[in-house]
T-cell receptor
Framework: AQKVTQTQTSISVMEKTTVTMDCVYE???????LFWYKQTASGEIVFLIR??????ENATVGHYSLNFQKPKSSIGLIITATQIEDSAVYFC?????????????FGSGTQLTVMP | GALVYQYPRRTICKSGTSMRMECQAV??????VAWYRQSPQKTFELIAL?????????EQNFTQEKFPISHPNLSFSSMTVLNAYLEDRGLYLC????????????FGEGTRLSVL
């Protein structure tokens, strides 16, 4: 069964610090793709970063990076030098590689609040 | 850049009436489009996946009779919620992807449906 779990409901951090958001997933596929999105207050969902299961190197885009621990089925999102505008709900999502569908399985989201 | 627009952003309809929402891909070809519904609790449900020149695939608990979808070209898709009731409330999100590779789907800002 496919499942994505985000145990942290909400996190508050001070501006300019580093935050890590956890995500663990379950899949029977040997090939899969992991994504992080953020949802702003307006409802817009913005793609942030992805990790392909066959890649050993952690993905990095701007001040977003991933901590991919494949043996633990874990894909944490790290945001460095956080800014007020990073406040949003962050969703982890997975797509299995072998399925014909590109359905994304989403986690329940983590509300990040960045305080001045 | 590549963007997905959804219209309207918010809508209110009377119980038992229908409401049509639109999704426009800009800057890329939306070969496939997925319609999701996000509940007030933030969980995502996949309604259906539409690929141009292929049949639309509905997920369990969602039917064409209730959520008819049109995907006539590579830049546009629409979905109608027929006979809307309270349980149909939520944020309806359109996710679009170009081609058949493993790019991250891009989402619009969603159409928030309220039912009176």
């Amino acid at each position: 069964a496919q499942k994505v779990t985000q145990t942290q409901t909400s996190i508050s951090v001070m501006e300019k610090t580093t935050v890590t958001m956890d995500c663990v997933y379950e899949t029977q596929d040997s090939s899969y793709f992991l994504f992080w999105y953020k949802q702003t207050a307006s409802g817009e969902i913005v793609f942030l970063i992805r990790q392909d299961s066959y890649k050993k190197e952690n993905a990095t885009v701007g001040h977003y990076s991933l901590n991919f621990q494949k043996p633990k089925s874990s894909i944490g999102l790290i945001i460095t030098a956080t800014q007020i505008e990073d406040s949003a709900v962050y969703f982890c999502a997975m797509r299995e590689g072998s399925s014909g569908s590109w359905q994304l399985i989403f986690g329940s989201g983590t509300q990040l609040t960045v305080m001045p | 850049g590549a963007l997905v627009y959804q219209y309207p952003r918010r809508t209110i309809c009377k119980s038992g009436t229908s409401m049509r929402m639109e999704c426009q891909a800009v800057g890329f070809q939306a070969t496939s489009v997925a319609w999701y519904r996000q509940s007030p609790q933030k969980t995502f449900e996949l309604i259906a996946l539409s690929t141009v020149n292929s049949a639309i695939k509905y997920e369990q608990n969602f039917t064409q009779e209730k959520f008819p979808i049109s995907h006539p070209n590579l830049s546009f898709s629409s979905m109608t919620v027929l006979n809307a009731y309270l349980e149909d409330r939520g944020l309806y999100l359109c996710g679009a992807r170009e081609g058949y590779n493993n790019q991250a789907p891009l989402f619009g800002e969603g159409t928030r449906l309220s039912v009176l």
